[in-house]
């Protein structure tokens, strides 16, 4: 497949059915990446998780 970077983050939101990766969740971690302190929530990165694995698993 060879996706990354934002192309990931829609994947991820078209397989979970659900925005959380190209907007709070993922766009955290696609920032964070280049940071030399990152911040993210950890609560929303949970939740992002857990919508994501009841859809698409």
Known sequence: M???DS???EH???TGKTNYFTTNA???LL???FAKVVAVDREQQ???VQAWL???L
């Open 7 to 9: 192309a990931w983050a």
């Open 12 to 14: 991820l939101n078209y």
């Open 26 to 28: 993922g766009a955290q």
């Open 54 to 56: 009841k859809v698409a």
């Open 2 to 4: 060879g996706l990354s």
């Open 31 to 33: 920032q964070a990446r």
């Open 46 to 48: 949970i939740t992002a």
